[in-house]
């Protein structure tokens, strides 16, 4: 149990454009979804945290309009990254919680913009 | 917030234990894991361990948790080459604001 997806897990896209990354929690209802960012042999780093129905909380830093986050529902939360430049790159990774103090990752989605 | 501190590499020989070590910051928090990421992929939990715990043992997984000092430790017994990967610890706390904080990440490497 406890599984959750992300599609796609790889995707490769030109400067400027937008790309959509999807978190799923396959077996369970997730009332909170995170979502990190990991460099090359680093830690994670926390981007958002998103309750289903309501606005995301942003962490200091990260800019909220060009990193769109929607919690649809008790299962689905999606990442848009707007208007895509290299610096952009990275393994975006999600978390689903189904109550305080569990979490359980997905697998990463490595993004390259060309 | 919340710092968490790991040493960056360790290397055991296969059949060896390997101990791996983590401090935190935060004496609020309530949940300290230990997830396994293998390149390329996303975070595996291994094991976590209530603050109010001061041992867990999980086959050959064995988590300390020394409150006072706010130190974390992942024993691995037996280590095989599949052992070979990166470990985090994370802190779950009030003081990280409800969240988890991720450790730097030590990479162990399994030498036959």
């Known amino acids: 149990g406890a599984v959750v997806s992300q599609h796609p897990s790889r995707v490769i896209c030109k400067s400027g454009t937008s790309v959509k990354i999807e978190c799923r929690s396959l077996?369970?209802?997730?009332?909170?979804m995170f979502w990190y960012r990991q460099f090359p042999k680093k830690s994670l780093m926390l981007m958002a945290t998103s309750n289903e129905g309501s606005k995301a909380t942003y962490e200091q830093g990260v800019e909220k309009d060009k990193f769109l986050i929607n919690h649809a529902s008790l299962t689905l939360s999606t990442l848009t990254v707007t208007s895509a430049h290299p610096e952009d790159s990275s393994f975006y990774i999600c978390?689903?919680?189904?109550?305080?103090?569990?979490?359980?990752f997905g697998p990463g989605t490595r993004l390259t913009v060309t | 917030g919340e710092d968490v501190e790991q040493s960056l590499f360790l290397s055991v020989r296969e059949g060896d234990s390997s101990v791996i070590n983590c401090t935190y910051t935060d004496s609020s928090s309530t949940y300290l894991y230990w997830y396994k990421q293998e390149p390329g992929a996303g975070l595996q939990l291994l094991t976590y361990?209530?603050?109010?715990?001061d041992m867990k043992q999980d086959q050959r997984l064995t988590v300390l948790l020394n409150k006072k000092d706010k130190h974390l430790s992942l024993r691995i017994a037996d280590t095989q080459t599949g052992d070979s990967a990166i470990y985090f610890c994370a802190a779950w706390g009030t003081g990280g604001g409800n969240k988890l904080t991720f450790g730097t990440g030590t990479q162990l490497k399994v030498e036959l």
């Open positions: 077996d369970f209802q997730a009332t909170t």
């Open positions: 361990i209530f603050s109010n715990m």
């Open positions: 978390s689903a919680s189904p109550r305080v103090g569990e979490q359980y």
